[in-house]
């Protein structure tokens, strides 16, 4: 089974940036797919970005061209950067994986992944 721990996360002004991480332990000998996912108060969750195992990513509009999904495989560790940080990127983010998917499933940031990260607090002021 695949364990997965947030590190990053915090207080950043609009316009900064910040990187997310998240590293995986258990059964990681292969490279399923990971993504993003994050939920502000009172709102529903959103994906932000998946990528699967050769590399492939997929990003929601509300991110894209600001935020980039990468991943360490010999590290096994997943990144979130982020940049030009707006107050409405503020929310908990949560690192998830979904084995035994190498390739995304269609629309996976829709979906509920099968496994999840703690969660780690992003706050964005203006």
């Known amino acids: 089974q695949v364990q997965l721990v947030n590190t990053g996360g915090g207080s950043v002004q609009a316009g900064g940036s910040m990187r997310l991480s998240c590293t995986a332990s258990?059964?990681?000998?292969?490279?399923?797919?990971m993504g993003w996912y994050r939920q502000a108060p009172g709102k529903e969750r959103e994906g932000v970005a998946a990528?699967?195992?050769?590399?492939?990513?997929r990003y929601a509009d509300s991110v894209k061209g600001r935020f980039t999904i990468s991943r360490d495989n010999a590290e096994n560790t997943l990144y979130l950067h982020m940049n030009s940080l707006i107050p409405e990127d503020t929310a908990m983010y949560y690192c998830?994986?979904?084995?035994?998917?190498?390739?995304?499933?269609?629309?996976?940031?829709?979906?509920?992944?099968?496994?999840w990260g703690q969660g780690t607090q992003v706050t964005v002021s203006s």
């Open positions: 998830a994986a979904d084995p035994p998917y190498v390739t995304c499933r269609p629309d996976i940031l829709a979906r509920t992944p099968r496994v």
């Open positions: 258990g059964n990681t000998h292969g490279a399923y797919c």
């Open positions: 990528i699967d195992g050769f590399a492939n990513t």
